[in-house]
T-cell receptor
């Protein structure tokens, strides 16, 4: 079975803090993705990576950065958290043309 | 990617078949139909996908019309654990970098006793 894990299920941070969200997959997938999900807006792609050290912006990259130093790990970084970044964050991975498999999600609250 | 249209909600009695429709009238020849579901507060779970032939796996069956403008996801014997939001997604599997998934608002399926 494909396993995608995320470092935290729930996270509470203060405005201005630097936040790291970690995602690990165990299927040797080339592609990894970060989405955020908000009520009424569906899933929106923040960034994705198609190889180690390679990344591309998604639809809403502002305020975020990413890091992929190893194939199995993809990190999402909020450089200075703001209240409008309160959301559910979902990581996914896939082979190059394959089905995306999602992690359990991290619900982030920025106060 | 083609837009999809799904009913906002459906009910199904436990043990009966749940038939979830999806319209994708602007689908292109190289676009697949994917189905995911999301149980409350969890990440989306992949169910099934197809191009033009009907597909079946251990979770569900996918019926795609001959003109490919619509499809139906069938859960043959729904249980309470199938209560979730079901998303129909049309996706190009291209030769470039990975294509994103565009989730709409989906169908909220409520399975009842």
């Amino acid at each position: 079975d494909v396993k995608v894990t995320q470092s935290s299920r729930y996270l509470v941070k203060r405005t201005g803090e630097k936040v790291f969200l970690e995602c690990v997959q165990d299927m040797d997938h080339e592609n990894m993705f970060w989405y955020r999900q908000d009520p009424g807006l569906g899933l929106r792609l923040i960034y994705f990576s198609y190889d180690v050290k390679m990344k591309e912006k998604g639809d809403i990259p502002e305020g975020y950065s990413v890091s992929r130093e190893k194939k199995e790990r993809f990190s999402l970084i909020l450089e200075s958290a703001s209240t409008n970044q309160t959301s559910m964050y979902l990581c996914a991975s896939s082979f190059v043309f394959g089905t995306q498999y999602f992690g359990p999600g991290t619900r982030l609250l920025v106060l | 990617d083609a837009k999809t249209t799904q009913p906002p909600s459906m009910d199904c009695a436990e043990g009966r078949a749940a038939n979830l429709p999806c319209n994708h009238s602007t689908i292109s020849g190289n676009e697949y139909v994917y189905w995911y579901r999301q149980i409350h507060s969890q990440g989306p779970q992949y169910i099934i996908h197809g191009l033009k032939n009907n597909e079946t796996n251990e979770m569900a069956s996918l019926i795609i019309t001959e003109d490919r403008k619509s499809s139906t996801l069938i859960l043959p014997h729904a249980t309470l654990r199938d209560t979730a939001v079901y998303y129909c997604i049309v996706r190009v599997v291209n030769t470039g970098t990975a294509s994103k998934l565009t989730f709409g608002t989906g169908t909220r399926l409520q399975v009842t006793l």
